[in-house]
């Protein structure tokens, strides 16, 4: 199945977690946000967040300063 990722279409497993799918591109780290189909997804939920075809994630890294 695809998703958009930032705008970016990206294939995945059918019903993926959320969570493995920021591992496998290497954005489950620190100071990471994401938005699932524009509804913003609280980290502790991500494991438990499955994909689905067509879905739009945008992945926003914080930037600390001052």
Do not use: H, K, Y
Not at 18 to 38: E, M, Y
Not at 40 to 53: G, K, R, Y
Request: glycine share 10%.
């Amino acid at each position: 199945m695809q998703i958009l990722v930032n705008d970016e279409r990206v294939d995945c497993e059918a019903g993926e977690p959320l969570a493995a799918l920021l591992s496998r591109l290497g954005w489950a780290q620190p100071g990471v946000a994401l938005a699932l189909n524009q509804q913003i997804v609280p980290q502790a939920q991500w494991a438990d967040t499955l994909l689905q075809d067509g879905d739009s994630l945008l992945v926003f890294q914080a930037i600390a300063g001052g």
